[in-house]
């Protein structure tokens, strides 16, 4: 099976819900003969702790690379090319922003129509592996009281 795991940047992460979100990863890549299929964000996070989690688990990966850092040209091709290959996608988000964020924010993920968890361009991958027939599965890491 090709697992797609796709999520937001390190930086909406606390210590406390990227262990939470690593003990999803490693579940989730845990079956022998799975291949990892991620997107290698240049901002950390999600995409890097599977990659270096398959890596640590002997496991072979799909990497898509973006060409560039912007939507038309990079994301977009991106998020497509990993759609098109796994056979299953995983959304790994946290349902806040952490404490002193200052990135750009958003009231709701707007991919999503939801409040139940911060935007993430993982949502817009998984409603186009759920355009292709495909299964897509949402983990939203609970931040507790801001950790």
């Known amino acids: 099976m090709k697992v797609g795991i ?15 979100a690593m003990h999803v990863m490693v579940a989730l890549l845990s079956n022998p003969g799975d291949v ?6 240049h901002l950390g996070g999600i995409d890097i702790w599977a990659e270096e989690l398959a890596d640590a688990l002997g496991m072979p990966k799909i990497i ?15 998020n497509l090319l990993i759609a098109h290959d796994c056979d299953e996608i995983h959304v790994i988000v ?3 922003y952490p404490s ?15 409040n139940t968890h911060v935007k993430s361009g993982g949502c817009w991958t998984a409603k186009q592996v ?6 897509a599965y949402w983990h939203i890491i609970d931040g507790g009281l801001n950790e």
Do not use: I
């Open 64 to 78: 898509h690379v973006p060409a560039t850092h912007n939507w038309s040209d990079g994301y977009k091709p991106r």
């Open 100 to 114: 002193g964020y200052s990135g750009m924010t958003f009231d709701s993920c707007y991919h999503c129509n939801t």
């Open 6 to 20: 796709v999520g937001h940047a390190e930086n909406k992460f606390t210590m406390v819900t990227r262990s939470r």
């Open 130 to 135: 759920q355009l292709l027939g495909k299964p």
């Open 36 to 41: 990892l299929v991620s997107g290698h964000c």
């Open 94 to 96: 946290v349902d806040k």
